[in-house]
Protein backbone atom coordinates (compact mmCIF):
# COMPACT_ATOMS: atom_id res chain seq x y z
CA UNK A 1 0.00 0.00 0.00
CA UNK A 2 3.01 2.54 1.14
CA UNK A 3 4.67 1.34 -2.65
CA UNK A 4 1.46 2.52 -4.98
CA UNK A 5 1.14 5.58 -2.63
CA UNK A 6 4.60 6.63 -2.72
CA UNK A 7 4.57 5.61 -6.53
CA UNK A 8 1.58 7.77 -6.98
CA UNK A 9 3.40 10.89 -5.19
CA UNK A 10 6.76 10.37 -7.70
CA UNK A 11 4.23 10.57 -10.90
CA UNK A 12 2.54 13.30 -9.50
CA UNK A 13 5.49 15.16 -8.77
CA UNK A 14 6.94 14.73 -12.20
CA UNK A 15 3.77 15.54 -13.87
CA UNK A 16 4.22 19.45 -11.99
CA UNK A 17 7.93 19.26 -13.17
CA UNK A 18 6.89 18.93 -16.66
CA UNK A 19 3.66 21.68 -16.11
CA UNK A 20 6.82 23.92 -14.55
CA UNK A 21 8.79 23.50 -17.38
CA UNK A 22 6.27 23.86 -20.00
CA UNK A 23 5.73 27.11 -18.08
CA UNK A 24 8.82 28.58 -18.35
CA UNK A 25 9.61 27.80 -21.97
CA UNK A 26 6.44 29.28 -22.95
CA UNK A 27 7.07 32.42 -20.78
CA UNK A 28 10.08 32.61 -22.32
CA UNK A 29 9.05 32.09 -26.17
CA UNK A 30 6.24 34.78 -25.14
CA UNK A 31 8.60 37.39 -23.90
CA UNK A 32 11.53 37.17 -26.84
CA UNK A 33 8.21 37.20 -28.69
CA UNK A 34 6.95 40.61 -27.53
CA UNK A 35 10.28 42.38 -26.97
CA UNK A 36 10.84 41.58 -30.66
CA UNK A 37 7.58 42.95 -31.74
CA UNK A 38 8.08 45.99 -29.59
CA UNK A 39 11.32 46.45 -31.39
CA UNK A 40 10.12 46.14 -34.46
CA UNK A 41 7.23 48.73 -34.04
CA UNK A 42 9.90 51.21 -32.84
CA UNK A 43 11.85 50.33 -36.12
CA UNK A 44 8.52 51.46 -37.43
CA UNK A 45 7.91 53.83 -35.53
CA UNK A 46 11.45 55.61 -36.26
CA UNK A 47 11.44 54.82 -39.83
CA UNK A 48 8.29 57.52 -40.48
CA UNK A 49 9.14 60.16 -38.36
CA UNK A 50 12.64 60.44 -40.33
CA UNK A 51 11.17 59.98 -43.41
CA UNK A 52 8.86 63.29 -42.49
CA UNK A 53 11.56 64.77 -40.89
CA UNK A 54 13.53 64.50 -44.23
CA UNK A 55 11.22 63.92 -47.06
CA UNK A 56 8.09 67.01 -45.47
CA UNK A 57 5.45 64.92 -46.86
CA UNK A 58 3.92 61.63 -46.13
CA UNK A 59 4.11 60.66 -49.72
CA UNK A 60 6.45 57.84 -50.24
CA UNK A 61 6.49 56.87 -46.64
CA UNK A 62 4.22 53.68 -46.90
CA UNK A 63 6.77 52.31 -49.83
CA UNK A 64 9.77 52.81 -47.59
CA UNK A 65 8.42 51.08 -44.48
CA UNK A 66 6.73 48.56 -46.53
CA UNK A 67 9.17 45.86 -46.11
CA UNK A 68 9.57 46.13 -42.14
CA UNK A 69 5.46 46.32 -41.87
CA UNK A 70 4.88 43.26 -43.84
CA UNK A 71 7.26 41.34 -41.65
CA UNK A 72 6.14 41.95 -38.46
CA UNK A 73 2.15 42.29 -39.34
CA UNK A 74 2.55 38.75 -40.47
CA UNK A 75 4.67 37.50 -37.92
CA UNK A 76 1.38 38.32 -35.60
CA UNK A 77 0.00 35.19 -36.90
CA UNK A 78 1.79 33.44 -34.13
CA UNK A 79 -0.93 35.04 -31.45
CA UNK A 80 -3.11 33.21 -33.13
CA UNK A 81 -1.33 29.73 -32.35
CA UNK A 82 -0.76 31.07 -29.13
CA UNK A 83 -4.05 31.00 -27.89
CA UNK A 84 -4.74 28.00 -29.83
CA UNK A 85 -2.51 26.10 -27.81
CA UNK A 86 -3.20 27.34 -24.84
CA UNK A 87 -0.06 29.22 -23.71
CA UNK A 88 -2.19 32.59 -23.74
CA UNK A 89 -5.49 32.57 -22.48
CA UNK A 90 -7.61 34.69 -25.03
CA UNK A 91 -10.29 33.71 -27.52
CA UNK A 92 -9.04 32.63 -30.82
CA UNK A 93 -11.82 33.56 -32.82
CA UNK A 94 -11.34 37.54 -31.58
CA UNK A 95 -7.23 37.21 -32.18
CA UNK A 96 -8.15 35.55 -35.48
CA UNK A 97 -10.24 38.52 -36.34
CA UNK A 98 -7.56 41.36 -35.66
CA UNK A 99 -4.88 39.96 -36.98
CA UNK A 100 -6.14 38.68 -40.24
CA UNK A 101 -7.93 41.99 -40.87
CA UNK A 102 -5.05 43.69 -40.32
CA UNK A 103 -2.78 41.55 -42.67
CA UNK A 104 -5.80 41.68 -44.67
CA UNK A 105 -5.30 45.60 -45.46
CA UNK A 106 -1.51 45.16 -45.45
CA UNK A 107 -1.36 42.77 -47.98
CA UNK A 108 -4.21 42.84 -50.21
CA UNK A 109 -5.30 46.79 -49.85
CA UNK A 110 -1.95 48.16 -49.86
CA UNK A 111 0.49 46.45 -50.80
CA UNK A 112 -1.23 45.21 -54.13
CA UNK A 113 -2.92 48.48 -55.45
CA UNK A 114 0.54 51.19 -55.50
CA UNK A 115 -2.06 54.14 -56.40
CA UNK A 116 -3.70 54.42 -52.78
CA UNK A 117 -0.55 54.26 -51.15
CA UNK A 118 -0.22 57.94 -50.58
CA UNK A 119 -3.29 58.45 -49.30
CA UNK A 120 -3.88 60.12 -46.21
CA UNK A 121 -5.63 57.27 -44.99
CA UNK A 122 -3.15 55.18 -45.26
CA UNK A 123 -1.23 57.14 -43.13
CA UNK A 124 -4.02 57.40 -40.65
CA UNK A 125 -3.72 53.69 -39.47
CA UNK A 126 -0.58 53.24 -40.01
CA UNK A 127 0.27 55.62 -36.99
CA UNK A 128 -2.18 54.24 -34.95
CA UNK A 129 -1.39 50.74 -35.22
CA UNK A 130 2.19 51.96 -34.91
CA UNK A 131 1.49 53.40 -31.30
CA UNK A 132 -0.97 50.74 -30.38
CA UNK A 133 1.27 47.81 -30.73
CA UNK A 134 4.66 49.73 -29.89
CA UNK A 135 1.45 50.03 -26.13
CA UNK A 136 0.41 46.55 -26.53
CA UNK A 137 3.47 44.76 -26.77
CA UNK A 138 5.48 46.60 -24.26
CA UNK A 139 2.57 46.06 -22.09
CA UNK A 140 2.62 42.31 -22.45
CA UNK A 141 6.58 42.45 -22.24
CA UNK A 142 6.93 44.34 -18.90
CA UNK A 143 3.74 41.84 -17.35
CA UNK A 144 5.24 39.37 -18.44
CA UNK A 145 8.33 40.00 -16.52
CA UNK A 146 6.83 41.34 -13.66
CA UNK A 147 7.82 44.96 -13.84
CA UNK A 148 4.55 47.02 -15.19
CA UNK A 149 5.08 50.78 -14.60
CA UNK A 150 1.37 52.16 -14.29
CA UNK A 151 1.73 54.48 -17.30
CA UNK A 152 2.08 51.55 -19.37
CA UNK A 153 -1.11 49.86 -18.30
CA UNK A 154 -2.87 53.32 -18.17
CA UNK A 155 -2.23 54.39 -22.04
CA UNK A 156 -2.88 50.34 -22.48
CA UNK A 157 -5.86 50.40 -21.67
CA UNK A 158 -7.03 54.14 -22.31
CA UNK A 159 -5.56 55.12 -25.52
CA UNK A 160 -7.65 52.64 -27.33
CA UNK A 161 -10.64 54.31 -26.84
CA UNK A 162 -9.76 57.12 -29.44
CA UNK A 163 -6.80 54.97 -31.65
CA UNK A 164 -9.24 52.25 -32.35
CA UNK A 165 -12.16 54.13 -34.00
CA UNK A 166 -9.42 56.08 -35.65
CA UNK A 167 -7.83 53.17 -36.91
CA UNK A 168 -11.07 51.88 -38.12
CA UNK A 169 -11.72 55.20 -40.22
CA UNK A 170 -8.66 54.91 -41.93
CA UNK A 171 -8.92 51.60 -42.70
CA UNK A 172 -12.48 52.29 -44.19
CA UNK A 173 -11.10 55.21 -45.85
CA UNK A 174 -8.21 52.91 -47.84
CA UNK A 175 -10.45 50.48 -48.91
CA UNK A 176 -12.89 52.91 -50.28
CA UNK A 177 -9.99 54.57 -52.04
CA UNK A 178 -9.55 51.16 -53.25
CA UNK A 179 -12.48 50.30 -55.07
CA UNK A 180 -12.84 52.16 -58.58
CA UNK A 181 -8.63 50.82 -59.09
CA UNK A 182 -10.10 47.03 -58.03
CA UNK A 183 -13.36 47.75 -60.22
CA UNK A 184 -11.31 49.04 -63.53
CA UNK A 185 -8.48 46.48 -63.30
CA UNK A 186 -10.33 43.39 -62.00
CA UNK A 187 -7.84 42.18 -60.12
CA UNK A 188 -8.38 38.99 -58.12
CA UNK A 189 -11.81 38.24 -59.98
CA UNK A 190 -12.92 35.59 -61.70
CA UNK A 191 -15.18 36.01 -64.32
CA UNK A 192 -17.30 33.19 -66.23
CA UNK A 193 -16.61 31.20 -68.34
CA UNK A 194 -14.01 29.85 -66.92
CA UNK A 195 -13.02 26.11 -66.26
CA UNK A 196 -13.69 26.11 -62.85
CA UNK A 197 -17.31 27.21 -63.29
CA UNK A 198 -16.62 29.48 -60.44
CA UNK A 199 -17.28 33.42 -60.28
CA UNK A 200 -15.62 36.07 -58.02
CA UNK A 201 -15.55 39.97 -57.93
CA UNK A 202 -13.19 41.12 -56.09
CA UNK A 203 -14.87 44.28 -55.72
CA UNK A 204 -17.79 43.15 -54.12
CA UNK A 205 -15.93 41.44 -51.84
CA UNK A 206 -14.22 44.67 -50.80
CA UNK A 207 -17.79 46.20 -50.04
CA UNK A 208 -18.93 42.72 -48.17
CA UNK A 209 -15.67 43.88 -46.10
CA UNK A 210 -16.76 47.20 -45.17
CA UNK A 211 -20.07 46.33 -44.28
CA UNK A 212 -18.56 43.57 -41.76
CA UNK A 213 -17.11 46.26 -39.66
CA UNK A 214 -21.05 47.37 -38.56
CA UNK A 215 -21.49 43.98 -36.68
CA UNK A 216 -17.23 43.62 -35.68
CA UNK A 217 -16.10 46.79 -34.34
CA UNK A 218 -18.82 47.00 -31.68
CA UNK A 219 -17.86 43.66 -30.66
CA UNK A 220 -14.20 43.91 -30.17
CA UNK A 221 -14.55 47.52 -29.37
CA UNK A 222 -16.75 46.59 -26.36
CA UNK A 223 -14.38 43.44 -25.60
CA UNK A 224 -11.66 46.39 -24.72
CA UNK A 225 -14.01 48.00 -23.03
CA UNK A 226 -15.12 45.00 -20.24
CA UNK A 227 -10.61 44.47 -20.37
CA UNK A 228 -10.87 48.00 -19.12
CA UNK A 229 -13.26 47.95 -16.52
CA UNK A 230 -11.80 44.34 -15.38
CA UNK A 231 -7.67 45.46 -15.38
CA UNK A 232 -7.62 49.48 -13.87
CA UNK A 233 -10.81 48.54 -11.71
CA UNK A 234 -10.75 45.90 -10.81
CA UNK A 235 -14.05 44.34 -12.20
CA UNK A 236 -15.08 40.97 -12.05
CA UNK A 237 -16.53 40.24 -15.90
CA UNK A 238 -17.93 37.11 -16.58
CA UNK A 239 -17.96 36.48 -20.31
CA UNK A 240 -19.39 33.84 -22.50
CA UNK A 241 -17.20 30.85 -24.39
CA UNK A 242 -16.82 31.97 -27.58
Same mark, same amino acid.
Request: net charge positive; with cysteine; aromatic share 16%.
Given at each position: ?????????????? =????????????TAWLTFYNIAMTAGWLVL??????????????? /? &????????? $?????????????????????????? /????????????FITNSIRQIQNEESVILF &???????????????????????????????? =????????? /????? #??? !???? &??????? /?????? #??? $??????????? &? !??????? !?????????????????????????? $???
Open positions: MASSEEDGTVEEKE =NNNKRRTKSAVAAIAMMRFYIQKGTHK /G &LYRSIARTL $KFFQTFALLEVGHCAIGIVRTSVIVT /GVQVCSRIFMVW &LVVWTVTEITRYSYYTFNLLHHLPYFIKWARY =NLFIVLYPL /GVVGE #LLT !IYAA &LPFVRRS /GMYSMR #LPN $KYNVSFDYYYC &L !IIVMLSY !IPLFPQLFFHMLRQRRRVLHGEVIVE $KDD
